[in-house]
């Protein structure tokens, strides 16, 4: 007896990554009960689903991004003068755009991240809004691979073999989900009059699977900037509430997807806001609605064993030897690390009194791997919303100052991840969910800012493995054999199989007929002299 057991993997290869820049311009009008615009205070954008096409070597995009605006108005007797203005849905910005595809015939994978919402006063009425987007795009192919993982025998044999770990795709997909509560302003907080501006953040976030679904889950905590109203019903200033951990008022939220779950399966997500709304009809609360964005990706990670070489004391071992691409995982692992940056207020800027809120878009980020090591870089824009210090009868002011706007420079950072064994020929696959940035103010001229990032890394290399495919053995036979023995080649003829089939081997064969012993050596209607003795490889 001789058995052999057969495995096959199914693996993805990344063939290209790239990132491409879009932009997108036009107009946007004022509501009709909004004042009059002076200056552009703060802005930021929430890109809702995009949607895509590939035709020919190109990709085509559209969709659309919610446009928040803080600004000055003109005087308006008994009202605080900085107003709060929302564009969302078939109302917000207009993207429309393509980027070409560096390999037309590959299968590609695209995510869009929105980077800068840069907003410009046109007129009293209206603004230009430029938008800067990131495109990334990942080429890939399926790697599928057979071989011989176990062989069952009377005989004495033995058998070397390679242990990989190969994670197989299972499941790639974007989902997205929406989320409504109404939320009650803390006491000692005063009642609201307007909202200004709001904003929204995944935190703890985490995923787990169970009963054939993935589920994402964690807190959302609201940001509010809003106008307070005074006991006489007029308006009495700015003022900030937060719904977080530490107060308790963040909201729980999950996302559930369905999909197969292997035992071995592992996940891997990025999480981000696509829409922040808010209302309020009384005094003492507002409703929120949060339209939460995400890519899953589920992978079957396993350990495969795959036989290398096969010997055996009596007979003859004729193997059929195949090379393999493989996709080995060298290392999964979720990390964190924090961001952590002082940034001083440009020129001309008047001094904090007081910390509104802080808005930092989308960082872009660019990763690579060195020597036991991946290193990460990126930027981002950060815009600070604050009340200054007034001078004379004009009090304190609301003001903004940005860095990487008008001239000032960007908010950079970088960190490295100790990955031991870890070599710059590998690839590697991130998933960034960035938390909620934390503000603390320093000095009148100097904010410190504080941001954890959630990664979640494959490292992977590719592998060229001449591994088993087939395997039998091959025993004398007993009694006299013709002295000369032809097959003329049929129609799907392989070495292998003639060989199987007159107990010979496939390098017995080959030296009887010289052939250097491929399968595409084979002529149709050739003879092929039989071997009376095999021999060995």
């Given at each position: 007896?001789?058995?052999?057991?057969?495995?096959?993997?199914?693996?993805?290869?990344?063939?290209?990554?790239?990132?491409?820049?879009?932009?997108?311009?036009?107009?946007?009008?004022?509501?009709?009960?909004?004042?009059?615009?002076?200056?552009v205070?703060?802005?930021?954008?929430?890109?809702?689903?995009?949607?895509?096409?590939?035709?020919?070597?190109?990709?085509?995009?559209?969709?659309?991004?919610?446009?928040?605006?803080?600004y000055?108005?003109?005087?308006?007797l008994?009202?605080?003068?900085?107003?709060?203005?929302?564009?969302?849905?078939?109302?917000?910005?207009?993207?429309?755009?393509?980027?070409?595809?560096?390999?037309?015939?590959?299968?590609?994978?695209?995510?869009?991240?929105?980077?800068?919402?840069?907003?410009?006063?046109?007129?009293?009425?209206?603004?230009?809004?430029?938008?800067?987007?990131?495109?990334r795009?990942?080429?890939?192919?399926?790697?599928?691979?057979?071989?011989?993982?176990?062989?069952?025998?009377?005989?004495?044999?033995?058998?070397?073999?390679?242990?990989?770990?190969?994670a197989?795709?299972?499941?790639?997909?974007?989902?997205?989900?929406?989320?409504?509560?109404?939320?009650?302003?803390?006491?000692?907080?005063?009642?609201?009059?307007?909202?200004?501006?709001?904003?929204?953040?995944?935190?703890?976030?985490?995923?787990s699977?169970?009963?054939?679904?993935?589920?994402?889950?964690?807190?959302?905590?609201?940001?509010?900037?809003?106008?307070?109203?005074?006991e006489?019903?007029?308006?009495?200033?700015l003022?900030?509430?937060?719904?977080?951990?530490?107060?308790?008022?963040?909201?729980?939220?999950?996302?559930?997807?369905?999909?197969?779950?292997?035992?071995?399966?592992?996940?891997?997500?990025?999480?981000?806001?696509?829409?922040?709304?808010?209302?309020?009809?009384?005094?003492?609360?507002c409703?929120?609605?949060?339209?939460?964005g995400?890519?899953?990706?589920?992978?079957?990670?396993?350990?495969?064993?795959?036989?290398?070489?096969?010997?055996?004391?009596?007979?003859?071992?004729?193997?059929?030897?195949?090379?393999?691409?493989?996709?080995?995982?060298?290392?999964?692992?979720?990390?964190?690390?924090?961001?952590?940056?002082?940034?001083?207020?440009?020129?001309?800027?008047?001094?904090?009194?007081?910390v509104?809120?802080?808005?930092?878009?989308?960082?872009?980020?660019?990763?690579?791997?060195?020597?036991?090591?991946?290193?990460?870089t990126?930027?981002a824009?950060?815009?600070?919303?604050?009340q200054?210090?007034?001078?004379?009868?004009?009090?304190?002011?609301?003001?903004?100052?940005?860095?990487?706007?008008?001239?000032?420079?960007?908010?950079?950072?970088?960190?490295?991840?100790?990955?031991?064994?870890?070599?710059?020929?590998?690839?590697?696959?991130?998933?960034?969910?960035?938390?909620?940035?934390?503000?603390?103010?320093?000095?009148?001229?100097?904010?410190?800012?504080?941001?954890?990032f959630?990664?979640?890394?494959?490292?992977?290399?590719?592998?060229?493995?001449?591994?088993?495919?087939?395997?039998?053995?091959?025993?004398?036979?007993?009694?006299?054999?013709?002295?000369?023995?032809?097959?003329?080649?049929?129609?799907?003829?392989?070495?292998?199989?003639?060989?199987?089939?007159y107990?010979?081997?496939?390098?017995?064969?080959?030296?009887?007929?010289?052939?250097?012993?491929?399968?595409?050596?084979?002529?149709?209607?050739?003879?092929?002299?039989?071997?009376?003795?095999?021999?060995?490889n």
């Open positions: 007896m001789f058995t052999c057991h057969y495995g096959q993997a199914v693996m993805e290869r990344t063939l290209h990554t790239t990132n491409k820049g879009l932009e997108a311009q036009g107009q946007l009008a004022l509501a009709a009960d909004c004042p009059d615009l002076e200056a205070l703060a802005n930021h954008g929430y890109l809702r689903e995009i949607k895509g096409e590939i035709i020919g070597n190109k990709l085509f995009l559209s969709g659309t991004v919610d446009v928040h605006l803080v000055r108005g003109k005087e308006s008994d009202r605080v003068p900085v107003y709060g203005m929302v564009w969302k849905g078939t109302e917000g910005a207009v993207v429309n755009g393509e980027v070409e595809l560096p390999d037309p015939k590959a299968d590609w994978d695209w995510q869009v991240r929105l980077l800068k919402t840069k907003l410009q006063p046109e007129t009293e009425r209206t603004v230009k809004y430029q938008l800067e987007l990131e495109v795009l990942r080429a890939h192919e399926p790697v599928a691979v057979g071989f011989v993982e176990q062989i069952e025998t009377e005989a004495q044999v033995h058998t070397e073999a390679e242990h990989l770990l190969v197989e795709p299972l499941l790639q997909t974007h989902v997205s989900r929406e989320f409504n509560n109404t939320l009650a302003l803390i006491y000692p907080r005063p009642p609201l009059s307007r909202i200004i501006s709001c904003q929204a953040f995944p935190v703890q976030t985490a995923v699977v169970a009963r054939e679904k993935v589920n994402i889950e964690g807190k959302l905590e609201v940001h509010l900037v809003y106008v307070t109203l005074t006489d019903g007029l308006e009495g200033g003022e900030t509430q937060k719904w977080t951990e530490e107060n308790g008022g963040a909201l729980p939220f999950q996302i559930s997807v369905e999909a197969p779950l292997p035992q071995e399966s592992s996940v891997s997500y990025e999480l981000w806001v696509e829409s922040v709304a808010c209302t309020s009809s009384h005094p003492e609360s409703r929120v609605q949060i339209q939460l995400a890519d899953v990706c589920l992978t079957r990670t396993r350990q495969v064993k795959a036989i290398t070489d096969v010997s055996a004391e009596k007979g003859i071992i004729d193997l059929k030897r195949e090379v393999g691409s493989w996709v080995e995982v060298v290392e999964e692992t979720e990390r964190s690390f924090v961001v952590e940056k002082l940034l001083t207020l440009p020129e001309q800027r008047p001094n904090i009194k007081n509104l809120e802080v808005m930092v878009t989308e960082p872009k980020i660019e990763w690579e791997l060195d020597h036991d090591q991946l290193i990460i990126g930027e824009l950060a815009t600070l919303l604050y200054a210090e007034g001078a004379g009868e004009e009090g304190d002011v609301i003001t903004a100052a940005g860095w990487g706007q008008g001239g000032t420079e960007a908010l950079t950072f970088g960190t490295t991840l100790d990955l031991p064994g870890v070599e710059a020929e590998m690839q590697a696959r991130v998933f960034l969910n960035p938390q909620r940035p934390k503000v603390e103010l320093e000095d009148e001229r100097t904010i410190k800012l504080v941001w954890e959630k990664a979640m890394i494959t490292i992977t290399q590719n592998r060229e493995l001449s591994l088993v495919s087939d395997s039998a053995l091959v025993l004398p036979e007993e009694g006299p054999k013709p002295s000369m023995l032809f097959y003329v080649v049929q129609p799907g003829d392989t070495l292998w199989g003639i060989a199987r089939r107990n010979t081997t496939m390098a017995a064969l080959a030296k009887a007929n010289q052939l250097t012993g491929t399968d595409q050596e084979l002529v149709l209607g050739k003879k092929l002299l039989i071997p009376k003795v095999p021999i060995a």
